[in-house]
């Protein structure tokens, strides 16, 4: 079994930070990209950002110089350092991570951490 788990979701005022941290594990699990997911009540998933592999990053436009993904590959985590937040970012953060489990390509997602942003 493949599993996604989040953490370092809280609650934060506007201007202040948290890391937020996913770890992927599970059998013959060969991660090519790991990325944030946002959901808040009434909204449709959004993309925050993803890192492949090889460190390609994208970010979506409302964070872009704000938060900060990286991955620790041979742990198969990612992380999200995010600065500046905004009440704008509370929301469900969910991880998902795509890769490899044998031959086959597939994705996972995570229960998802609360981020809460208060003004």
């Known amino acids: 079994q493949v599993q996604v788990v989040e953490s370092g979701g809280g609650l934060v005022q506007a201007g202040g930070s948290l890391r937020l941290s996913c770890a992927a594990s599970?059998?013959?699990?060969?991660?090519?990209?790991m990325g944030w997911y946002r959901q808040a009540p009434g909204k449709q998933r959004e993309l925050v950002a993803t890192?492949?592999?090889?460190?390609?990053?994208n970010y979506a436009d409302a964070v872009k110089g704000r938060f900060t993904i990286s991955r620790d590959n041979a742990k198969n985590t990612v992380y999200v350092q995010m600065n500046s937040l905004k009440p704008e970012d509370t929301a469900v953060y969910y991880c998902?991570?795509?890769?490899?489990?044998?031959?086959?390509?597939?994705?996972?997602w995570g229960q998802g951490t609360q981020v809460t942003v208060s003004s």
């Open positions: 890192i492949t592999s090889g460190s390609s990053t």
């Open positions: 599970g059998r013959i699990f060969s991660i090519v990209v």
């Open positions: 998902n991570a795509g890769g490899y489990v044998g031959s086959w390509y597939r994705d996972y």
